[in-house]
């Protein structure tokens, strides 16, 4: 079964700097799909950027990117020009393009944007 | 708004009382999911369904929990006879059939169960 591990509950940032949240998972498939999700106080889970196994190149989507190493079965997620609006809980998901095409979510990580 | 609508946002029930949670997803997906989140938690998975049929149930409970996802109507999910381990968010996704283009998933806001 496919796990996902963020290693820190908790980070704080200062507003404007930039932040990279951690993620590893673990696979034996080679096709899956990855996301990190944001989810505010509303508790609505927002999706923040995804990333297609096959593809090479990291994602990017406005102020936040990944950094995707396939081999080393990381994901990790940066923030850049924080916004006090970021703050929430992130939560990273892996999705198998295959099968029974559940999101499999990491623990979650706290991010405090400080003023 | 044509997302993912779920209902009741927030339900209380006494211990022993059946709880249902309905999920209505976005218009013309077919496929649905249902999650648990405990405070200071990910999500867990419970469960995924199809129209008429659950395809994965490995993330529920063997006793109490059930899911539908009829025909016609919202997806279901019931719990009956609920103790206070049973207070979480409860959230609903969905997926289009063509999902292998996307992979996403669409939430909605969730249903917080509190058990007294």
């Known amino acids: 079964a496919q796990t996902v591990t963020q290693s820190q509950p908790e980070m704080s940032v200062q507003e404007a700097e930039t932040v990279t949240l951690s993620c590893t998972y673990d696979t034996s498939e080679s096709d899956y799909y990855l996301f990190w999700y944001k989810q505010p106080p509303s508790r609505q889970m927002i999706l923040v950027i995804r990333?297609?196994?096959?593809?090479?190149q990291n994602a990017t989507e406005n102020r936040f990117s990944v950094n995707f190493q396939k081999a080393a079965k990381s994901f990790s997620l940066k923030i850049s020009d924080s916004q006090l609006g970021d703050a929430a809980m992130y939560f990273c998901a892996y999705r198998s393009a295959q099968g029974a095409q559940k999101l499999v979510f990491g623990q979650g990580t706290r991010l405090t944007i400080n003023p | 708004n044509a997302g993912v609508m779920q209902n009741p946002r927030h339900l209380v029930r006494r211990r022993g009382q059946e709880a249902r949670l309905r999920c209505s997803p976005v218009?013309?997906?077919?496929?649905v999911y249902w999650y648990r989140q405990l405070p200071e938690e990910g999500l867990k998975f419970m469960v995924y369904?199809?129209?008429?049929?659950?395809?994965?149930e490995s993330g529920m409970p063997k006793e109490r929990f059930s899911a539908e996802f009829p025909k016609e109507g919202p997806s279901i999910l019931r719990i009956q006879q609920v103790v206070r381990g049973d207070s979480a968010a409860y959230f609903c996704a969905s997926s289009p059939p063509n999902f292998a283009s996307t992979g996403e998933l669409f939430f909605g806001e969730g249903s917080r169960l509190t058990v007294l």
């Open positions: 990333q297609e196994a096959y593809k090479q």
């Open positions: 218009k013309g997906h077919s496929h």
């Open positions: 369904l199809q129209k008429e049929n659950i395809i994965d």
